[in-house]
């Protein structure tokens, strides 16, 4: 078997190369664990800032992309995994951007997934035929979330379209 790694799993020693020369991202895979377990033990207690709450809610999504990022690279795929590489970065921005302002960002970044689900309510609410008992459910949805966003929209890119009936 020359050219292949050994066990536990065989991979051809090119594949080998390729994913030996990942390791910064898997450097970063393992510096978001580290973050994640500091926080983790940071949220025990009982003070929380929005910005932690944020970060943790942030953490718990980046987690699940890095082990879709690994799952990937074995499978050979890995400019599918460089994309989701992205995101991670798009998190690290979101989080170093609400760090800055850690009591009002971290609230807007709250309030702009509130308005976002909202938005998608009613995108699903616009579609003619629904599954039986979906219309009421996101109904219900949209009858809790309107009070939530309603001075809210205009701070958000897509508050021109919350409230209307989606294209």
């Known amino acids: 078997m020359a050219g292949y790694v ?5 991979i051809p020693g090119a594949v080998a190369a390729q994913l030996g020369q990942l390791e ?13 377990a500091r926080l983790h033990g940071e949220l025990d207690r009982p003070e929380r ?13 980046a987690f699940r992309t890095v082990q879709s990022i690994i799952n990937l690279c074995l499978c050979g795929c890995g400019v599918d995994a460089l994309s989701l590489c992205a995101s991670l ?13 850690p009591v009002r960002r971290p609230l807007r970044y ?6 976002e689900k909202l938005y998608q309510a009613e995108k699903v609410l ?7 008992g ?13 009070p939530q966003v309603a001075g809210l929209a205009a701070y958000s890119p897509i508050g021109a379209k ?6």
């Open 49 to 61: 800032t929005s910005l932690q709450m944020v970060a943790y809610v942030i953490y718990g999504k």
């Open 110 to 115: 709250t309030q702009f997934e509130q308005v």
């Open 134 to 146: 979906m219309r009421k459910r996101y109904r219900s949805y949209q009858k809790n979330l309107k």
């Open 6 to 10: 050994p066990l536990p799993i065989e």
């Open 89 to 101: 970065f798009e998190n690290l921005i979101d989080l170093k951007y609400m760090k800055k302002a």
């Open 24 to 36: 910064p991202l898997f450097a970063v895979a393992r510096d978001l664990h580290d973050l994640g």
């Open 126 to 132: 616009a579609h003619k035929r629904l599954p039986k």
């Open 162 to 167: 919350v409230g209307r009936r989606p294209a």
